[in-house]
């Protein structure tokens, strides 16, 4: 009977620490409601049959709220998150921090695969603190047959004196296409993540050598006079509530002549099944104006783990898993390889497959490859960045100068009246934090 009795207890204890061991690997992931990460969570059984004994947990938020999230979370050591979505503005930031746990792949991964641009982007001090999910620069998507129907040929690298030209030419609210569509929701990685682009084209920055924003400057009051203007006159009518989701369902549905963005949107706009215009698109580099330097943005959406994890073998696995060539291969060959996520890997634009049905990949991957964080300003610059200043500050300033642009986009203040509040803005942040008194 006490034997009976002991080895009840025996399994008892046993099936008890097998529970423990299955909830302690659970891995919560925060991430952003874009096409390719709802599509990664399509895959989770793949990985959990893979990998036994590791569940995944999704928490999937629209952008700016995922960026408030994951930035109160690592800074308190909140540890809600094991795997959390992050990009190039903060990996090297919060790796200089100690926050970020180096991510350390095996000789599978083939690290050395990654694009060198995207791979610099995530690393401090030639550690890897971030794995690429997918990688973008940003470039000129149009309808070819709106451009063909009234004559004009779009050059590979346009300017912008070109493109208003032309949305002018194909604007036509009556029938429900608009000549061009751009981002006007606010936020640092919304609004002004183009409008930077734009600023760096005509000749700004956002800080001189001594730190002093430059939001004031005749580039900046050229380029968002321009930038209003243009989506006034030829943009879809709620522009200032537009950002990437919102203007991707508008060119799917055939209502954008025009749009500057993510090339990771080329992907969803070639495919028959989601885009009514499918074949009618075409692409060049993003336009330029005064110079080319910074006309087009460097980013990856990227997987981290935070430092003080207690579940880092786990989470390294999934991160590895996540970014490899395998899950690449994997989505290629069940989804379709227009389907995969670019951006990464050098393997990737050498894939037959990938070129076969990608129309967009040598556009693509000459924007990428063209991009420069460290010289990305006409004027000489103190940070690094193409579409942000790579500073702490930087977020909280982006987000106040998003707001006083949307409302300047929607005619609730004039553009110098939201310039100067947020020169000031910048001002106050930038004295608070010591850069200069």
Same mark, same amino acid.
């Given at each position: 009977?006490?034997?009976?009795?002991?080895?009840t207890l025996a399994a008892t204890l046993v099936l008890s620490l097998c529970g423990m061991t299955h909830a302690a690997t659970e891995l919560v992931i925060a991430?952003?409601?874009?096409? &390719?990460?709802?599509?990664?969570?399509? &895959?989770?059984?793949?990985?959990?049959?893979?990998?036994?004994?590791?569940?995944?947990?999704?928490?999937?938020?629209?952008?700016?709220?995922?960026?408030?999230r994951v930035t109160t979370d690592i800074a308190t050591k909140g540890g809600q998150f094991d795997v959390m979505t992050i990009g190039m503005y903060e990996t090297?930031?919060?790796?200089?921090?100690?926050?970020?746990?180096?991510? /350390?792949?095996?000789?599978?991964?083939?690290?050395?695969?990654?694009?060198?641009?995207?791979?610099?982007?995530?690393? $401090?001090?030639?550690?890897?603190?971030?794995?690429?999910?997918?990688?973008?620069?940003?470039?000129?998507?149009?309808?070819?047959?709106?451009?063909? /129907?009234?004559?004009?040929?779009?050059?590979?690298?346009?300017?912008?004196?070109? $493109?208003?030209?032309?949305?002018?030419?194909?604007?036509?609210?009556?029938? #429900?296409?608009?000549?061009?569509?751009?981002? #006007?929701?606010?936020?640092?990685?919304?609004?002004?993540?183009?409008?930077?682009?734009?600023?760096?084209?005509?000749? #700004?920055?956002?800080?001189?050598?001594?730190?002093?924003?430059?939001?004031?400057?005749?580039?900046?009051?050229?380029?968002?006079?321009?930038? $209003?203007?243009?989506?006034n006159k030829y943009g879809p009518p709620g522009s200032s509530a537009n950002s990437f989701n919102e203007i991707l369902a508008l060119y799917n549905e055939g209502?954008?002549?025009?749009?500057?963005?993510?090339?990771?949107?080329?992907?969803?706009?070639?495919?028959?099944?989601?885009?009514?215009?499918?074949?009618?698109?075409?692409?060049?580099?993003?336009?330029?104006?005064?110079?080319?330097?910074?006309?087009?943005?460097?980013?990856?959406?990227?997987?981290? +783990?935070?430092?003080?994890?207690?579940?880092?073998?786990?989470?390294?696995?999934?991160?590895?898993?996540?970014?490899?060539?395998?899950? +690449?291969?994997?989505?290629? /060959?069940?989804?379709?390889?227009? &389907?995969?996520?670019?951006?990464?890997?050098?393997?990737?634009?050498?894939?037959?497959?990938?070129?076969?049905?990608?129309?967009?990949?040598?556009?693509? /991957?000459?924007?990428?490859?063209?991009?420069?964080?460290?010289?990305?300003?006409?004027?000489?610059?103190?940070? $690094?960045?193409?579409?942000?200043?790579?500073?702490?500050?930087?977020?909280?300033?982006?987000?106040?100068?998003?707001?006083?642009?949307?409302?300047?986009?929607?005619?609730?203040?004039?553009?110098?009246?939201?310039?100067?509040?947020?020169?000031?803005?910048?001002?106050?942040?930038?004295?608070?934090?010591?850069?200069?008194?």
């Open positions: 009977m006490k034997l009976k009795v002991r080895l991430t952003v409601n874009n096409g &390719h990460m709802i599509e990664m969570q399509k &895959h989770t059984k793949e990985f959990e049959a893979a990998n036994p004994g590791i569940t995944l947990k999704w928490v999937t938020l629209e952008e700016g709220v995922l960026r408030q090297p930031i919060w790796g200089k921090k100690g926050w970020l746990t180096e991510i /350390k792949p095996d000789a599978a991964y083939d690290v050395n695969d990654l694009l060198p641009a995207i791979r610099d982007g995530l690393s $401090v001090d030639g550690k890897l603190y971030a794995a690429p999910f997918y990688g973008e620069s940003s470039m000129l998507m149009y309808r070819k047959d709106l451009a063909d /129907k009234v004559g004009v040929k779009v050059s590979d690298h346009p300017t912008w004196t070109e $493109v208003k030209d032309l949305a002018a030419k194909i604007n036509d609210p009556k029938d #429900g296409v608009y000549g061009i569509c751009l981002r #006007g929701k606010p936020g640092w990685g919304d609004n002004m993540a183009f409008l930077s682009t734009l600023v760096n084209t005509y000749g #700004g920055q956002w800080f001189d050598m001594k730190w002093k924003p430059q939001l004031e400057s005749k580039p900046w009051k050229t380029a968002i006079n321009f930038y $209003v203007d243009l989506l209502k954008c002549g025009m749009w500057v963005d993510a090339t990771i949107a080329a992907s969803f706009i070639t495919d028959p099944k989601q885009s009514k215009v499918a074949d009618k698109v075409a692409f060049a580099q993003a336009p330029i104006a005064v110079t080319p330097k910074g006309a087009n943005w460097l980013w990856a959406w990227a997987l981290a +783990i935070p430092a003080g994890s207690q579940k880092v073998e786990a989470a390294t696995k999934f991160v590895t898993w996540a970014t490899s060539k395998d899950y +690449i291969n994997l989505i290629g /060959k069940e989804v379709g390889w227009g &389907h995969v996520p670019t951006g990464t890997r050098k393997s990737t634009y050498t894939n037959a497959e990938f070129l076969k049905v990608a129309r967009f990949a040598a556009a693509e /991957k000459a924007a990428i490859d063209s991009a420069n964080p460290n010289d990305a300003t006409l004027p000489k610059s103190p940070y $690094v960045g193409v579409q942000y200043a790579a500073i702490p500050e930087f977020q909280a300033i982006g987000t106040t100068v998003g707001q006083q642009m949307s409302a300047a986009l929607a005619g609730k203040i004039s553009v110098d009246a939201a310039l100067k509040a947020s020169q000031l803005a910048a001002e106050r942040q930038m004295t608070r934090a010591g850069y200069y008194k």
